[in-house]
């Protein structure tokens, strides 16, 4: 060849390194080598576009496969491009998987990892020998590249199944990720015998007896003896008297062996003794026992005409009298508490109960004694026996003879039968109106403080401030009702003319009051004058003044 040949053709070659060096960012992965070079850039890449990922799952079809089937953490990250996790170009040593192994969120997989798997490597889990998916398994062996795909998430793909799928494939039944014993999630009803009673609390290798002589490499097998009836595993203490004769279920229960079952399969109803409500759930040998009452000559017939045969009288003989130590009067053998005794019945007592007392909870009455039994009859059935006298003695004399009800009422504490009228000071006007505790203030009796009833003043003043500053004032005293009554403050029944030394007559009977009786200032505050004040008409009528 002659060198005009060789210069264009080595030019051609060096231009077109340049410019793949001018378009490629850096070398492929090993795994995408063969996709080197300016012809092949579109089998991956996509004219004026970013990579969307399509040719990508184009040749990764295991991962097509999984997204397809709506599985696996490539379904749940479906719309994120691939260049998110996956990154080329970076030299033919780099790992085309760029995440962080210790922030990686392993749920999003669909396996969630909890217990003693949170605390593994990923590649204690994510190695060949536990790769189940067959196509994922060929191609990492044709490949030889590394893998987080084409794991089971059964247990038994990646542990030895230790009791030889004898109980079935879903360890997660018995066992938790926190730990392989002991299997707190196995749920014994579910199985063929269903523990109950004292069965409850028996160590699994008193019935399981294979589990205590098995080598330790050996599978874990649960056999066990015939369970139909008892005898297999219980010895029975009846000898010859029951064996063979009848199931032990027939009398005993699992509950436990001395809760023998005839209080159940013994129908008691034949005896002259129901059983019923609490009666029906105690032990026979509560009452068959030795210290019974019981008939004499018949060892299992016990006294029971009366409650007190087998039961102690709680109220110590308070009711002997008046129900004849019937117990059933107030109680049932479905409970001693609640009594059966209603207010209906407690209206035939000394005391009938009417108003708030129906709504009193019978401790606060019916208190207890100093042996801590509630005491029922009570001894003094009177106000005083449970109230505390808020008066304070006020009332002491006029409360012989009677009761609180003089004023009172069981309906309600507020007197509504107490008559004013009786007293010195009849309510009138706006008094009728007014509150009790207006005029009945808070004073010291005794050692307490309480309303004052009793030797109440009946001037207005104690009640009312004075504001004509004494003007009225006789001896110290000021005669209110002389000008004001009950009716109403500012309706006055003061006479002008035959009350005052100035009768009003003419022009004077049309002034209003104010024109002549003005307010001043004192050391008291401000207040109208009335008295003294001067006659003359040059007082009003003065030269110039307003009041011409």
Known sequence: MRMKEIVPLLICLMLRGNIYAQFSPGELSRVHMQLEGIKTC?????????????????????????????????????????????KEHLGRDAKTIQFDKNTFDHAQTGFNRTG??????????????????????????????????????????????????????????????????????????????????????????????????????????????????????HRSSHSVEFAGKQACSSCHSEEGWTSARASTKFNHDLTPFRLIGKHATVQCEKCHKSTAISIPGQRLKLAHNTCRDCHTDYHKGEFAARFESKCETCHTPFGFRPATYTIAAHSTARFPLTGAHVATPCEKCHVSGNDGRKIFRVANIQCDGCHRDVHNGQFAFEMKGQSCAACHSTEDWFPNKFDHSKTDFVLVGKHAKTKCASCHKPVRIGNAEVAQFKNTSSKCESCHKEVHTKQFAKSGETDCASCHEPSGWKSPVFDHNTQSSFALTGAHSRVDCRQCHQEEQSSFGRFVRYKPLSTKCESCHAQGSIRQ
């Open 42 to 86: 579109l089998q991956c890449h996509e004219t004026g576009k970013e990579i969307s990922g399509q040719k990508c799952l184009a040749c990764h079809q295991e991962i097509k496969s999984a997204i397809d089937a709506k599985r696996g953490y490539h379904f749940r990250v479906a719309a994120q491009q691939c260049v998110a996790c996956h």
């Open 116 to 233: 003693k798997h949170a605390t593994i490597r990923c590649e204690d889990c994510h190695s060949i020998k536990n790769i189940k998916d067959p196509h994922i398994l060929a191609l990492v062996k044709e490949t030889g590249r590394e893998t987080y795909l084409g794991l089971s998430q059964s247990c038994s793909d990646c542990h030895t199944d230790r009791h030889n799928a004898t109980v079935g494939k879903e360890c997660q039944g018995c066992h938790t990720t926190t730990a392989w014993r002991p299997a707190t999630s196995f749920d014994h009803s579910k199985t063929e015998f269903t523990l109950r009673g004292t069965h409850t609390k028996v160590a699994c290798i008193k019935c399981h007896t294979d589990l205590e002589a098995r080598e330790k490499e050996k599978p874990i097998l649960f056999s066990t003896k015939p369970f139909s009836d008892c005898a297999p595993c």
